[in-house]
């Protein structure tokens, strides 16, 4: 089964500053589709950036951005110009194109601090 | 629009109790889900359906059950409930299986079996 990792529990940023959020995952499959969820305290989950693995761009969404290395299974996320509302916990998200498989495996989660 | 909703958003149960938890979507989804979220640890998919009369196991379905007798509702039920349960529990609907499709997510209920 696939397994997706995100390797720091914490990060904290600046107000305006840039901060970037690993995640790696574990697949034998040549296409599939990655995810960035944000979850703010109101624990409601929130969809910050998709990435299809067929697709060599990055792809970007306003101030979030994914640098996407598919041969080293990596899938981070970038976010510029932080705020105060990014503050959250920001889970990966692994979900294969099998048919009979529409699991979507999630990473342990980074809880991001926005210090102003 | 009000999405995905779940009730109750928080709620206390004794060991051996019962209890149902809902989840209504109004997009006209055919696929739901419902995962389990654990301190430290990603979210775990519990059962998911993909159309109404249609239910399948996911990765942790032991200790609950579900129905889905309308496109709207997936209940999930905690038959015996445990301590190994405490958790919090997540709805989530899509309009596809497409890989790519978002899934829609509900507040989340916080269950604490004691």
């Known amino acids: 089964a696939q397994t997706v990792t995100q390797s720091q529990p914490e990060m904290s940023v600046q107000e305006a500053e840039t901060v970037t959020l690993s995640c790696t995952y574990d697949?034998?499959?040549?296409?599939?589709?990655l995810f960035w969820y944000k979850q703010p305290p109101s624990r409601q989950m929130i969809l910050v950036i998709r990435q299809e693995a067929y697709k060599q761009q990055n792809a970007t969404e306003n101030r979030f951005s994914v640098n996407f290395q598919k041969a080293a299974k990596s899938f981070s996320l970038k976010i510029s110009d932080s705020q105060l509302g990014d503050a959250a916990m920001y889970f990966c998200a692994y979900r294969s194109p099998t048919y009979n498989n529409n699991d979507m495996r999630f990473g342990a989660g980074t809880r991001l601090t926005v210090k102003p | 629009n009000a999405g995905v909703t779940q009730t109750p958003k928080f709620r206390i149960l004794k060991i051996g109790q019962s209890m149902t938890l809902q989840c209504t979507q109004d997009?006209?989804?055919?696929?739901m889900y419902w995962y389990r979220q654990d301190p430290g640890m990603g979210l775990k998919l519990i059962y998911y359906s993909v159309g109404a009369g249609i239910t399948d196991k996911g990765e942790v379905p032991n200790g609950y059950n579900v129905s889905r007798s309308t496109t709207e509702d997936f209940p999930l039920r905690l038959e015996l409930a445990a301590p190994s349960q405490t958790s919090v529990y997540f709805c989530?609907?899509?309009?596809?299986?497409?890989?790519?499709?978002?899934?829609?997510f509900g507040q989340g209920t916080r269950l604490t079996v004691v």
């Open positions: 989530a609907s899509s309009y596809t299986r497409r890989g790519s499709a978002e899934a829609f």
């Open positions: 997009m006209n989804h055919n696929y």
């Open positions: 697949t034998s499959e040549s296409d599939y589709y």
